[in-house]
């Protein structure tokens, strides 16, 4: 005899159904417009809300997108800039006049829910770390003030690169001297309001760099044997689940386990020079379609089963005007004539005909465990002889300029040694410390071909540029301790 299910019960189905898809993370998109060939904003806002996107975060508080975004239901984040940082450390008029100009004039018809005070600060090249804590300060209390304070978050991005330690995940923690001048201050500041802490997570720069020892499967959350954390036992599947753990971790270390996380930026590039491995279509394609799939069908992270992420993918669109490697162009999940690069779904409905297309070759690599940040052992280096990558004195200032931020922030480059008072600040000189972080990165990259362009600001010599202050033994420390 078959039951037939009761009214009560198919209802209780429903409703139970309606809770689990209500309690999973979301995704959102950040919209970069470090391009010359991009849609106006109207029609930005127009293609999100086709693919269903209602999160958008941007770089700046541009007036043209925050009114094209105004009315239209998608939850907004913007950004002070780094450049701003100092004044509104140094001035609560400035942060109180910033926040009338910029967030209070458009909310709550552009519905903004988050300021991110700056943007990985602590690789920041000009050295703006001290400034970060008091200026999520003033922004916050301009935000009570205003009365907005309960509608709208004040956090700041971190890269990867802030964890001293992150493998296993168990381990991960914060680089010391962070500890008690910011991350301390900055998470009792994250408690009090309620606010979260934003992470930019990028398995991509892990894989690419330690292909010998990580799997793609693994990079990509497809299925494969799991890595064990030695240090609790737990498995995982995933090197975007063991890289947010190495920060759950961290600030678990420090006592703050009751804040919460949001990945402000995650992606895979679509392209990329010849020795960037991994780059293709297809792996960008993996990589965010079962992410997607992955956040919005809930459930937390080994360690912290039931946060369910809030995730921004990087980026809307590919940007033609950012420097570095070929990859740093190919990021976009649009076209900028609004095609998409790849076919994924943004929402829970479109997940039921997605499938994962592998491509014929996988370029899979049979291990499956490494530093979650992509810095520690397993980098393949060149067996061409000592190269070095200097700046070209030839590129002008801005040009420079652009390419030591790149170096110092997105690509990763150990720019500890120039900052002020640090071993190689001195000659203090936009070429020279261009040329430190601009060798940092070839360096870090195994001298690969490519690594050492930066849109045409540096090139390859072979005899240590002694000429700038950095010795050849300091060198061979970048080169050899990665």
Same mark, same amino acid.
Request: hydrophobic share 40%; glycine share 4%; with cysteine.
């Given at each position: 005899m078959v039951a037939v299910p009761?009214?009560?019960?198919?209802?209780?189905?429903?409703?139970?159904?309606?809770?689990?898809?209500?309690?999973?993370?979301?995704?959102?998109?950040?919209?970069?417009?470090? #391009?010359?060939?991009?849609?106006?904003?109207?029609?930005?806002?127009?293609?999100?809300?086709?693919?269903?996107?209602?999160?958008?975060?941007?770089?700046?508080?541009?007036? #043209?997108?925050?009114?094209?975004?105004?009315?239209?239901?998608?939850?907004?984040?913007?950004?002070?800039?780094?450049?701003?940082?100092?004044?509104?450390?140094?001035?609560?008029?400035?942060?109180?006049?910033?926040?009338?100009?910029?967030?209070?004039?458009?909310?709550?018809?552009?519905?903004?829910? #988050?300021? #991110?005070?700056?943007?990985?600060?602590?690789?920041?090249?000009?050295?703006t770390t001290k400034f970060l804590v008091p200026a999520m300060k003033n922004i916050h209390e301009a935000l009570v003030k205003l009365n907005l304070n309960s509608d709208i978050k004040v956090s700041s991005p971190i890269a990867l690169s802030a964890l001293q330690n992150s493998y296993p995940s168990s381990a991960g923690s914060f680089?010391?001297?962070?500890?008690?001048?910011?991350?301390?201050?900055?998470?009792?500041?994250?408690?009090?309001?309620?606010?979260f802490l934003m992470v930019n997570a990028y398995p991509f720069f892990a894989y690419e760099s330690n292909t010998d020892v990580i799997s793609l499967d693994y990079a990509l959350f497809r299925e494969n044997p799991g890595v064990v954390d030695a240090g609790n036992g737990l498995r995982y599947f995933s090197l975007f689940d063991a890289q947010i753990d190495a920060v759950f971790a961290a600030m678990s270390a420090l006592k703050y386990d009751d804040i919460r996380l949001v990945v402000t930026e995650t992606g895979w590039p679509s392209k990329g020079d010849e020795n960037e491995n991994g780059a293709s279509i297809q792996n960008a394609a993996a990589y965010n379609g079962n992410l997607i799939r992955r956040i919005l069908t809930g459930g937390g992270t080994p360690l912290r089963p039931k946060a369910d992420l809030t995730v921004y993918l990087f980026a809307l669109f590919n940007e033609n005007n950012k420097f570095g490697p070929t990859s740093e162009r190919n990021y976009g999940?649009?076209?900028?004539?609004?095609?998409?690069v790849?076919?994924?779904?943004f929402t829970v409905e479109g997940l039921k005909n997605y499938h994962d297309r592998r491509s014929p070759v996988s370029g899979n690599q049979p291990g499956a465990g490494s530093p979650a940040n992509g810095e520690g052992g397993g980098v393949s280096k060149s067996t061409t002889g000592n190269t070095w990558c200097v700046a070209s004195g030839e590129a002008g200032k801005e040009k420079l300029q652009a390419a030591l931020d790149f170096a110092c922030g997105e690509g990763g480059a150990d720019c500890h040694p120039i900052q002020p008072g640090a071993t190689c600040y001195n000659p203090n000189t936009i070429e020279a410390h261009a040329s430190f972080a601009f060798n940092s990165y070839y360096q870090k990259n195994g001298r690969k071909m490519g690594t050492c362009y930066f849109g045409g600001a540096a090139y390859v010599v072979t005899q240590p540029p002694s000429a700038y202050s950095i010795t050849l033994s300091l060198f061979k420390t970048i080169s050899y301790s990665i």
């Open positions: 009761s009214l009560l019960s198919f209802s209780l189905l429903l409703i139970s159904a309606f809770f689990n898809i209500a309690d999973c993370g979301s995704i959102g998109v950040n919209y970069g417009r470090v #391009a010359n060939n991009l849609p106006p904003a109207t029609k930005v806002v127009e293609l999100l809300k086709s693919q269903r996107l209602d999160r958008v975060k941007v770089y700046d508080t541009d007036p #043209a997108v925050l009114h094209a975004l105004s009315g239209s239901g998608i939850k907004v984040t913007v950004d002070l800039p780094n450049q701003q940082l100092f004044a509104a450390a140094k001035s609560t008029s400035f942060a109180k006049t910033w926040v009338e100009r910029n967030v209070a004039a458009y909310h709550p018809h552009t519905e903004i829910e #988050a300021i #991110a005070v700056g943007n990985e600060v602590f690789v920041d090249p000009s050295n680089r010391p001297e962070l500890i008690e001048p910011v991350f301390k201050p900055m998470l009792d500041i994250l408690r009090q309001t309620g606010s999940l649009f076209y900028p004539n609004q095609e998409k790849y076919d994924i779904p």
